[in-house]
């Protein structure tokens, strides 16, 4: 047994959580019934991120911004650009594809019990409420907004503390960054009760009707984290931008994909950023920010889904309102909620560009509940993934300039010239 367990640890992370994937696609398959108390394992380890997360998070940005030095260089304005531009070219390339293959929907009963915001006005007034935030509250509900804000604060309020107090900040945050590693190496256990729930309770048969809709909502996505992404990145780094794209991706997207929520993956991305020898003063800022913010995702599906009641009703859209409605589904994006199924919600924000009455637009967010097994995940690990490959980029494109050299792990971007 000493040796299996061995033989298992030795394994990469990412192995790991194949095995536990494939494990729980095939319990599921099965015997559902025999094992259904596996999926406990799934609710554990996401409750588990997300209980740490916020804490995580708090103290992290308050040691970082506390023992920050006058004129030491942070790239958060770069990264802020990179999040903001990925998100509107999200929507932009959601809107074209919507266009290339327009598709229809079949609507039916509504949604009860949710109430999407009023308008652009509502969702950044929203945002402005979190920041001030009672901090208890804020970490209780894991409002990261509220959270950033409360650490930058302290943090700044702390930079002429005594020594001993910010290094007992620092002993606290390392403290609770070994606890996410504990954390992580469930993953794999996690990721094979995750994939049996969904399985075991949804199955396959109730999304073939929606197939087209998930075509162009999922081929969308791909297309944005493989194509356009990919060429971002290369604008800044001049470098082949696979190694670090594809990192990203199998390394923080796959666990985005089955937790279906971008605060629940915060951990996950400030150790691959750890990884990949990031400045923690940088990324301990910008991957929960990014939780928030960066919502390319979000933006697709806002875009796609009301398009798609556009075309079911029969109404005409130009060129210009199109162009309207991929900044106003970045706008709502970023204040979509870090947590499974927050972008559907902005979608009668969307819809109320085209004049479609709110009913009918709670009949599209319910179709967007139907696909969502598969639409979220997919969302999910887009935001979460983009959120780290934007802050290395930012960091790679300034180590570019000093002619540093750029390790991706065990793909080397090799020295600049």
Not at 20 to 37: E, R, S, W
Not at 317 to 325: E, S
Request: charged letters at 10%; aromatic letters at 6%.
């Amino acid at each position: 047994m000493k040796n299996l367990l061995n033989k298992w640890n030795q394994l990469s992370l990412v192995k790991r959580i194949i095995i536990g994937l494939i494990t729980g696609i095939i319990l599921a398959l099965t015997v559902p019934d025999a094992v259904k108390p596996v999926a406990i394992f799934g609710s554990l380890f996401v409750g588990a991120l997300k209980s740490v997360a916020p804490i995580l998070v708090f103290f992290l940005v308050m040691s970082a911004i506390s023992q920050h030095k006058s004129g030491q260089k942070t790239n958060m304005k770069s990264i802020i650009i990179l999040y903001l531009l990925g998100t509107f070219m999200a929507g932009l390339v959601a809107v074209v594809a919507s266009f290339m293959f327009p598709v229809t929907l079949k609507l039916g009963a509504g949604v009860e019990n949710v109430t999407p915001p009023g308008g652009v006005s509502e969702v950044l007034k929203n945002l402005l409420m979190n920041v001030v935030d009672n901090p208890v509250k804020a970490l209780t509900n894991a409002n990261y907004i509220g959270i950033l804000a409360w650490a930058l604060l302290l943090g700044l309020a702390l930079k002429n503390a005594p020594e001993s107090t910010k290094t007992m900040i620092s002993n606290f945050s390392d403290a609770l960054s070994q606890i996410v590693r504990w954390v992580i190496n469930f993953a794999p256990l996690g990721i094979m009760g995750l994939v049996f729930d969904t399985i075991a309770t949804n199955g396959i048969g109730s999304l073939l009707s929606y197939g087209q809709l998930l075509l162009v909502l999922v081929g969308t996505m791909f297309f944005m984290a493989l194509v356009v992404n990919p060429i971002i990145v290369f604008v800044n780094i001049r470098r082949n931008p696979y190694p670090l794209v594809l990192k990203c991706l199998k390394d923080s997207g796959i666990t985005a994909f089955f937790t279906r929520s971008s605060a629940a993956n915060i951990p996950v991305n400030m150790s691959l950023c750890e990884e990949l020898g990031l400045d923690s003063d940088t990324y301990s800022v910008s991957i929960p920010l990014g939780a928030t913010i960066n919502m390319a995702g979000a933006a697709i599906t806002i875009s796609v889904l009301t398009l798609a009641a556009a075309h079911t009703l029969g109404i005409n859209v130009d060129l210009g309102t199109a162009l309207i409605l991929s900044l106003l589904s970045a706008v709502s994006a970023c204040g979509a909620s870090g947590v499974a199924g927050g972008s559907l919600l902005l979608i009668p924000l969307a819809c109320s560009l085209f004049g479609i009455p709110n009913d009918v637009a709670m009949q599209v967010v319910a179709v967007g509940f139907v696909v969502g097994v598969i639409q979220d995940s997919c969302e999910t690990a887009l935001n979460s993934s983009t959120d780290v490959l934007f802050t290395a980029v930012s960091e790679f494109a300034q180590w570019r300039k000093e002619g540093k050299e750029i390790n991706i792990s065990k793909s080397p971007v090799k020295k600049c010239s």
